[in-house]
Nanobody, 124 residues
């Protein structure tokens, strides 16, 4: 059974940093695209960042480009999201996702596996 488990969320002040982790189990995702999405109250789930095999194949939403960095440790079947210069508008539940094949995608519908999410709250 495939499981994705996020951790690292919390409460931080504007300008602060957090590092999210997504640990995968049940299968290896070393060659599969993985991504972070987020969902704020009353809003649709939106793309944050995605990565394929390595940091060289990363994609970011314009709203986080230059502030967030996605990475992965294939040896540990784990993905990370380093979030710097956080803003109140970054407040949301952050979800990690993985897909069986293909390229990185910004569409949630393309991902077959999801974690349960971790709350990130940025106070002003």
């Amino acid at each position: 059974q495939v499981q994705l488990v996020e951790s690292g969320g919390g409460l931080v002040q504007t300008g602060g940093s957090l590092r999210l982790s997504c640990a995968a189990s049940g299968r290896t995702f070393n060659f599969s695209p993985m991504a972070w999405f987020r969902q704020a109250p009353g809003k649709e789930r939106e793309f944050v960042a995605a990565i394929r095999r390595s940091d060289d194949n990363a994609a970011y939403a314009d709203s986080v480009k230059g502030r967030f960095t996605i990475s992965r440790d294939n040896g540990k079947n784990t993905m990370f999201l380093q979030m710097n210069s956080l803003k109140p508008e970054d407040t949301a539940i952050y979800y990690c996702a993985a897909r069986n094949w293909g390229r990185t995608s910004m569409s949630p519908q393309d991902y077959q596996y999801w974690g349960q999410g971790t709350q990130v709250t940025v106070s002003s």
